[in-house]
């Protein structure tokens, strides 16, 4: 059966496309900023909720009343861009319901909106616009033309949707493509639980660290120079500007870093284990600031700085995400299971104590006298918690 799948290409504009894709980019986050004006506006001074129905109505005069602005882009691209909102309010609505932190649909500053959509391939973009060009792929986008793409693999199954995105000075293409045929790999009959951690990324229930590269800590010194370059520059000079990119450079080559690194991490996962079993981990909660208020001031606010900014380096999420796409990709059983006591429990006689957890790395049971590395411990009681689960869902 087919999966839904996105890939992401590297683009070459020349310099007038780039400038074509930056005056896309800059109508459209335009376009949604007086979208939300408009909304609030008309509750505020009529109690008139206005919908995304009603506004895509409006989108003919708009692009009337300015063809050489808005006139100029895709209809259905700036229909995409109304939908986003309209998402957003739907969002903050649904937050109200639940109780939860509202966070009101926000007006996008500059540097703040950085992805346009085309909702169908065909519909003011084509894919492969030029397939009898022998050596490039180009994507031909209304308004700016036949941009060259750096098409480092095939693209499999059908393009859907086509999105722009700029990140830092470089263009990217993202295609959404459905019906992407599944690689199922072969049976190995083995199973694996996953104990994610900083000193290692992971810890196998075989006793196989998969190494953590602290991708950020390896750049700490350059990024920590950039930072400083940036805050001696005036706000709004060129020369700001230009630091502002070095910095966002530096970030995005840790971020490339990590996300290969995680790939990497899964497909070695995925080619050697049928069941892979992981914590559920809520890693929001846990990277949350300790820094507390006023009244209620956090306690060991530094080291709690220093462990959230560890974890964000390791990229929990990041290669947790990318796993769950592989193995079903492959074929695999990904199973999430509740991590409480996971390190506090004794593989061998299932004795629960803190005092079991000796050190970071040393585990020693109290009660039966097993003793482990605690990464390794954590991660057997994790497969173990995993294939119960699977036992009982099974029997039901």
């Known amino acids: 059966m087919g999966v839904r799948r996105s890939v992401k290409f590297l683009l070459r504009p020349t310099i007038k496309q780039a400038a074509s894709l930056a005056a896309c980019l800059e109508d459209h ?3 949604y900023n007086a979208a939300l004006e408009h909304r609030c506006t008309a509750y505020r001074k009529a109690g008139v909720t206005v919908r995304y129905g009603d506004q895509s109505a ?3 005069d708009i692009r009337a009343d300015d063809p050489a602005g808005q ?4 209809f259905s691209s700036q229909q995409a861009t109304l939908r986003r909102l309209d998402k957003a309010f739907r969002a903050f609505f649904v937050r109200v319901r639940e109780g939860r932190t509202p966070g009101f649909p926000r007006f996008k500053g500059r540097g ?8 169908k391939d065909g519909d003011g973009c ?4 030029q397939p009898e060009h022998p050596t490039a792929t180009f994507v031909r986008l209304q308004g700016i033309g036949h941009v060259r793409v750096h098409q480092h693999r095939p693209v499999r199954g059908r393009v859907k949707t086509i999105s722009i995105k700029r990140e830092g000075t470089r263009w990217y293409v993202i295609l959404s493509c459905d019906d992407v045929p599944a690689e ?3 049976a190995t009959g083995a199973a694996v639980g996953l104990d994610m951690g900083v000193a290692s990324l992971v810890t196998t229930s075989d006793g196989d660290p998969l190494a953590n590269p602290r991708h950020l800590a390896s750049s700490a010194g350059r990024l920590a120079a950039a930072q400083q370059a940036l805050a001696r520059k005036k706000r709004g000079s060129k020369r700001r500007g230009k630091a502002v990119a070095r910095v966002a450079a530096l970030h995005a080559k840790v971020r490339r870093q990590r996300l290969d690194g995680a790939h990497k991490a899964a497909l070695t996962l995925v080619r050697g284990y049928d069941v892979i079993v992981h914590e559920d981990l809520r890693i929001a909660n846990m990277t949350r600031s300790a820094s507390g ?7 060991n606010v530094a080291a709690k700085s220093g462990l959230n900014r560890s974890i964000l380096d390791a990229g929990w999420g990041v290669f947790l995400r990318v796993l769950a796409y592989k193995a079903e990709s492959a074929g695999r059983e990904l199973i999430a299971v509740d991590p409480r006591n996971t390190s506090r429990t004794c593989s061998r006689c299932g004795h629960v104590a803190r005092e079991n957890r000796v050190t970071q790395a040393e585990f020693a049971c109290t009660a039966c ?8 411990n954590a991660a057997i009681n994790i497969l173990r918690a995993g294939l119960a689960l699977r036992d009982a869902a099974e029997a039901a």
Not at 71 to 74: A, N, P
């Open 29 to 31: 986050r335009q376009l």
């Open 58 to 60: 409006d989108l003919k």
């Open 71 to 74: 006139g100029r882009w895709s």
């Open 112 to 119: 703040w909106f950085d992805t346009v959509e085309w909702p």
């Open 126 to 129: 084509r894919w492969d616009s």
């Open 184 to 186: 199922t790999l072969p």
């Open 293 to 299: 208020t006023i009244e209620r001031p956090g306690r």
């Open 369 to 376: 006298g097993h003793t482990a590395h605690a990464d390794v």
